[in-house]
C-alpha cells in the first residue's frame, strides 16, 4: 500500500491533515474497551491507516485531521503509517 505522506520522516508525530475516500473500515475495541474505526484513506496515489472513534462509512469522502505516526511496535506487532484521528468532517465544511 503505498503511503501518500510525502517525507513520512519529517513528520512523525505531528499534526497532519488529510483529505479522501474512506476504504475497508474495520469496527475494533481500544486499549480502554471503547469502539474505534480502523480504515484505508486514500486518494488518487496511495492510501495510509486511519484510527478513529468517529465512526465512518465505506465510501464516504471526508477530511481527517490527526497525528501521523511512522512504524513502531505495539508488542509483537509493527504498526506501519498510521493517523489516529481528533477529527473528521465531510470536505464541503472546510
Not at 501518500?4 to 474512506?22: Q, S, T, Y
Not at 474495520?26 to 472513534?53: C, E, H, M, N, Y
Not at 505516526?69 to 465544511?93: C, D, F, H, M, Q
Amino acid at each position: 500500500m503505498a503511503n501518500f505522506i510525502p517525507h513520512p520522516e519529517v513528520r512523525d508525530r505531528n499534526a497532519v491533515v488529510l483529505m479522501g475516500l474512506v476504504k475497508g473500515v474495520r469496527l475494533v475495541t481500544d486499549r480502554k474497551g471503547q469502539p474505534s474505526f480502523k480504515f484505508r484513506l486514500a486518494d488518487g496515489v496511495g492510501a495510509l491507516k486511519v484510527i478513529s472513534s468517529t465512526q465512518v462509512h465505506d465510501g464516504d469522502r471526508i477530511i481527517v485531521e490527526g497525528m501521523f505516526t511512522r512504524p513502531r511496535k505495539e508488542g509483537r506487532l509493527i504498526v506501519y503509517n498510521e493517523v489516529t484521528a481528533r477529527s473528521i468532517r465531510p470536505p464541503w465544511n472546510m
